[in-house]
């Protein structure tokens, strides 16, 4: 799988992996001509299919240990002399078996309008002429405008619990904005004023993450 | 053109070097297959190699029934753990010196069925068969077997297995295909003939006819078990060769159970005679002029 850049028709670089995190690898791609940066998340099946064939996202930075994949993988392995299990994957938190995940940050983009959608560059058959030109790079991690009003609470009445702040830092930073919208409209659409873990989940789950 | 830097087509490739570098040294791979559950593959495959090793020859087992190990009780190292060396994981050895991995010793209670580790069990199908082949990779790759004349690889019931294997073994010495004198059986084991003939050729392909009759312990008189078709008109019949049959004897059971091969333990048998001639017919089969 490779990611190219369509501005540039170049062939874009991975620059950061961080996970599994609940399950979900983030990897950052990074155009090497214009800096334009887009991140992959994996749900948990997708992350899976990777660990199955033993093989790492982002290249191995250690030598391959003997039976290495078996004794991390084996849920009911016995300690081998020598040699330890690796670290598990942590749990997850309610999984849905609905779609990609990018098909619901899709749908959410469609919905509100400036949420995902790439600056500089508008939806098919969208005209962007009436808008002001956007920085064409924008800094990772950095805040985007706000986005437009949806159904149900508005945005400014949504608050988050101290817990979920806490769940939300262990998103990667390049994509905790993002995670943050979705996560918002996610909450503003069922009617949730107060942002907690439970509902961090429950929008998990929608997003088939 | 790379794949964004993961270099995923090279970590394949340095996985597929390592095995073919690890199978360099032995002479010998050797598939004990069916397609059909019951018909004795493992019982077999741990007989031929005791007969083997007793006739000279480095012998050692690879169990490769991920679910329904037994290989590691039939030959009584069930108990041992795997140690890892600087050559890789130390399988230990059953006598007369066949090295015997399973995955058995890798599990940790006798009532563990194998699962592996991820985040939900929930769709589980879209990656459980990648990671078996993955184990069955390693399993092959990082046992330091050392030089050896035959590595015998027992396969799980499933022509599906028969396809993992080759996708790892492109070339083996011989795929011995394991029946019963029966037309429920056969119907199965033609499957896996066709597919092991067309993943390694027909000429690698063997049949060895198990349960093929029964002699009375008091009366010495011999009886057809099973009234079914003949399995050496079968292999005629696909273009594949005949090694031999094995009488049924409830002996090779109680011997199983007891952790010692019974080619080793009756020596005098009919059947121990017949396990004895299949190993013979297995060694003359890969070791026949191209």
Redesign the interface.
Known sequence: MRFLCVTCNEAMKLERVEGPEDGSLSVLFACAACGNRVAMLTNPWETQLVRALDVRIGGRSSPVEPMEFVRSMLASGREAGGGGASPSLPATGPASPSGCPFSAMANLAAETPGAIRQPGHPAIGESDASEPAPDPHPAIGEPRAPSGPVAGVPNSQLAWSPDAERRLERVPEFIRPMIRQSIEHFAAEHGYRLITPEVMAEARGAFGM | ????????AS??Q??TL?LHGRMAAIRHKVAILSGKGGVGKSTLTSNLAAALAEGGARAAVLDADLHGPALAKMLGVRGA?????PD??EPPEAPPGIKVLSMDQ????DE?????????S???F???A??EA??L???LS?THWGALDFLLIDLAPGTDKISTLASLLPKIGAAIVVTLPTEVSQLTVRKSITLATELWGASVVGVVENMAGYRCGRCGHEERLFQGPDSAAMAREMGVSFLGRIPFDPGLAEAADRGAPYVRQARETPCAAALRAVAAALRSFVERPA
């Open positions: 053109m790379g794949d964004a830097g993961s270099g995923v970590q394949l340095d996985q390592r753990a795997l140690r890892f060396g890789g994981v890798l599990l940790r209670r563990a069925p194998l699962r592996w580790k991820a985040p939900t929930e769709g589980d879209v990656w459980r990648s990671a993955a184990a990779r390693e399993f990082d």
